[in-house]
């Protein structure tokens, strides 16, 4: 690399020879400072090539195209949507799910997006730029949250998917079966006891993901103390809850939705705490 800075200074034999950027630029009579400037300029344009979720060095950019490669913000808004559309696309179950998913981005790009160039309302001339901006920070941020929704619920789906297998596995009942039962939980003791069972379940799955959430960001000596934390934890509260269910119940009929609500309960609050938890000091 050309060193700018230190460019009045006398070259020793030994020294590097110009480049031929420089070379050229001299040649044509060109100051360092502007041979810095078009320096600058040049890797500005290389880091902005790869910032949207298309080529910005490619010659038939669309107008919609070239506005979103020179403004930052709808680059990264352009990212962020290219991410969520891979992690989509990276979902879908068959071959007929992912050839419905790209029409449908194709039509969004030709429809939505590549629409707000052509974007005009009575207003100053210099506004224009403006408001295709805003327009396209509207259309990205719909559709991020369009796939974001899509995701959330395919993530919900798989839950519930593991929550009937495993409720099937403990209760020794089909999964169709545990179907028909959570659709009227309140319809008797049974029903109650069995739906019960899920919301401890869901309870144990939202734990499970901020413990491990929160052992990803901590040094590994902390890692060890909140996981031996953890298991005493977790011995202690599901003995507390049976003998509390045990003695509120007197071994009735009631014992299991008992137990199950206050092992829900104390789960989602055990989330809570180790979301929220800082360093190491805190964990017990």
């Not at 991020?144 to 929704?149: A, H």
């Amino acid at each position: 690399m050309v060193d700018f800075v230190r460019e009045s200074a006398p070259r020793s034999r030994h020294s590097q020879a110009p480049s031929n950027f420089e070379f050229q630029c001299r040649k044509n009579g060109a100051s360092m400072k502007q041979i810095t400037w078009v320096a600058l300029a040049w890797l500005a344009l290389v880091a902005t090539a790869s910032a949207a979720g298309f080529d910005c060095r490619s010659k038939s950019l669309s107008s919609t195209e070239e506005m979103i490669c020179s403004d930052p913000d709808l680059s990264r808004l352009d990212d962020e949507l290219n991410s969520s559309f891979k992690l989509a696309l990276s979902e879908s179950k068959t071959e007929q799910e992912k050839k419905i998913l790209l029409d449908e981005q194709r039509q969004w790009i030709t429809q939505v997006r590549d629409k707000c160039s052509e974007y005009s309302e009575p207003g100053p001339v210099y506004m224009e730029y403006s408001r295709k901006v805003s327009c396209l920070t509207q259309a990205y941020g719909s559709r991020n949250g369009e796939f974001q929704i899509s995701y959330e619920k395919a993530r919900q789906e798989r839950m519930l998917k593991y929550e009937l297998a495993e409720l099937s596995r403990r209760s020794s009942r089909t999964i169709e079966e545990i179907k028909e039962v959570l659709s009227n939980c309140d319809e008797s003791q049974l029903n109650i006891n069995v739906c019960s069972v899920l919301y401890s379940i869901d309870a144990e799955l939202a734990l499970e993901s901020a413990l491990a959430e929160k052992l990803e960001s901590l040094p590994p000596n902390c890692r060890d103390k909140l996981q031996a934390a953890q298991a005493k934890w977790k011995e202690d509260t599901y003995s507390k809850c049976a003998k509390g269910a045990d003695e509120a119940g007197e071994g009735g009929s009631m014992y299991a939705s008992l137990a199950n609500m206050c092992v829900e309960s104390s789960l989602r609050s055990r989330a809570a705490k180790i979301r929220s938890l800082k360093s190491c000091d805190h964990l017990h």
